[in-house]
């Protein structure tokens, strides 16, 4: 059984900063992609950014240039750096991990709320 537990959202000012961490638990299996996506109220989940096994790396163009993804493929890790935060960066942020078991399926994390206001 694999799950994934995220952990670092909060309330924020505008222009501060928040690190949200993502940890993959269980045995057996392999991770390919890891990322972050996210969802405002009333609108669809989006892509955050997202991280290959192999270090390559797309961000969502809201957030280019402001958020940092990594990853450790030994601690089966993914962590967001969001800095410059602003009020439409808002929303509930998930962690998502492309895993194999027996097949290749997405994993998705309970969600932790990012709250960006004065």
């Known amino acids: 059984q694999v799950q994934l537990v995220e952990s670092g959202g909060g309330l924020v000012q505008p222009g501060g900063s928040l690190r949200l961490s993502c940890a993959a638990s269980?045995?057996?299996?392999?991770?390919?992609?890891m990322g972050w996506y996210r969802q405002a109220p009333g609108l669809q989940r989006e892509l955050v950014a997202v991280i290959t096994s192999r270090g390559i790396i797309n961000y969502g163009d809201s957030v280019k240039g402001r958020f940092t993804i990594s990853r450790d493929n030994v601690k089966n890790t993914v962590a967001l750096q969001m800095n410059s935060l602003k009020p439409e960066d808002t929303a509930v942020y998930y962690c998502?991990?492309?895993?194999?078991?027996?097949?290749?399926?997405?994993?998705w994390g309970q969600g932790t709320q990012v709250t960006v206001s004065s």
């Open positions: 269980g045995s057996g299996f392999s991770i390919h992609a």
């Open positions: 998502n991990a492309d895993i194999r078991i027996f097949q290749l399926r997405a994993y």
